[in-house]
């Protein structure tokens, strides 16, 4: 009933950075929070950043400062704008969106990853 695409995803340089969105669509009737994962190879996902439908935000400590989310509701979007970058941020970067959708259901969404290499 919903989908969630990631885009913004590449290859960078250390130091650099790059924007994250994250849309979803499908018969929305609300989303709550808006997250960010990542994986890293051999390593379990982590919550990198969220955002909350009131626009509270919180985030790793080791991105704290770096990265920023945020949220267009109008759109259905997320976005991760991510400074700074560093070898260590390689991973795959997923969104998780808590939907409400017009049947009334609510339920949690992943959308299926974007990959993201910093080069040192």
């Known amino acids: 009933q919903v989908q969630l695409v990631e885009s913004g995803g590449g290859l960078v340089q250390s130091g650099g950075s790059l924007n994250l969105s994250c849309v979803a669509s499908?018969?929305?009737?609300?989303?709550?929070?808006m997250d960010w994962y990542r994986q890293a190879p051999g390593k379990q996902r982590e919550l990198v950043a969220g955002i909350s439908s009131g626009g509270s935000t919180n985030y790793a400590d080791s991105v704290q400062g770096r990265f920023t989310i945020s949220r267009d509701n109008a759109k259905n979007t997320a976005y991760l704008q991510m400074n700074s970058l560093k070898p260590e941020d390689t991973a795959v970067y997923y969104c998780?969106?808590?939907?409400?959708?017009?049947?009334?259901?609510?339920?949690?969404?992943w959308g299926q990853g974007t990959q993201v290499t910093v080069s040192s």
């Open positions: 499908g018969r929305i009737s609300s989303i709550y929070s």
């Open positions: 998780k969106f808590d939907v409400r959708v017009r049947t009334g259901w609510r339920d949690v969404y």
